[in-house]
């Protein structure tokens, strides 16, 4: 059984300036996102043959990030802490504390990208399925984050499990690390498949229907060990928030992936 590092969320500081653990976790999450962006615009013809460059995908990640952080933001305080954050308004605009909900920065991007389109005047579905394969690292950064704050953890754990982990913040229990466990499923293995799949031109809609598909369903699962948040209709031992936000996900990504191939086969 292993016990929790117990990490300073405060990874150096400048006089009575701290940087966290978790902004940098974001810093490195929007870092790679840039990276692996201009390497897909070289890598792949069709991408420049389309007008994709690099001026683009700065102006791309400047509308990702104002989504991912007022999206993410706001998902939390209205998907899982509403009592909290009305009880504390101000802390609202602590995003450097962590608290930030994937479902909600999710939301905030769709929106962020559809105002992108509407600027350039590519289609949505050309922006997401561009961006798609650029996320799932950013979200294992992210759960990265998560574990070195010590939050999201997981459900308590047989003992003899031979990661099982006791977070001391919380308990003695020994519980599942399960914000690795996200960081392997949702991010990890979810950009493998979406990074193969990509590699070739696909149906439009096809790449952001398997996110949508693939996310919604890694993050069902990775449920099951983790500790359910309260959320807006109260702690659910069977069926938790983050697994009554990912089912519509599961949905509208197959839905998506079949239209795709129905309209233009490959």
């Not at 059984?1 to 940098?24: E, I, N, T």
């Not at 996110?211 to 807006?232: K, Q, S, T």
Request: charged letters at 15%.
């Amino acid at each position: 059984m292993l016990l929790h590092p117990q990490f300073d969320p405060v990874a150096f500081s400048f006089g009575p300036l701290a940087v966290r653990w978790y902004g940098l976790m974001y810093l490195a999450a929007f870092l790679q996102f840039w990276w692996l962006g201009r390497y897909r615009i070289r890598a792949h013809p069709q991408l420049s043959e389309a007008g994709w460059t690099v001026p683009q995908l700065d102006d791309l990640l400047f509308y990702g990030m104002l989504g991912v952080i007022v999206g993410g933001r706001l998902g939390q305080v209205l998907f899982y802490e509403p009592g909290h954050y009305l009880a504390h308004p101000l802390e609202i605009l602590a995003v450097w504390k962590g608290g930030m909900s994937f479902h909600g920065g999710f939301l905030g991007v769709l929106v962020a990208m559809w105002l992108y389109a509407r600027k350039t005047g590519r289609t949505w579905f050309e922006i997401m399925d561009f961006v798609a394969p650029l996320v799932p690292l950013g979200l294992a950064a992210g759960r990265i984050g998560n574990f070195i704050n010590g939050e999201l953890w997981g459900r308590v754990a047989d003992p003899s499990l031979p990661w099982a982990m006791v977070f001391p913040q919380v308990d003695n229990l020994p519980r599942h690390p399960s914000q690795l466990y996200q960081a392997g499923m949702e991010g990890v293995a979810l950009f493998a498949l979406l990074w193969l799949y990509s590699a070739k031109a696909r149906p439009r809609g096809a790449v952001s229907g398997g996110f949508l598909a693939g996310y919604g369903v890694f993050r069902f699962v990775a449920e099951y060990f983790r500790n359910p948040d309260d959320g807006i209709f109260g702690v659910s031992q069977t069926v938790s928030m983050g697994q009554w936000l990912s089912l519509p996900m599961i949905a509208a990504g197959i839905v998506m992936v079949v239209v795709a191939y129905r309209k233009e086969p490959s």
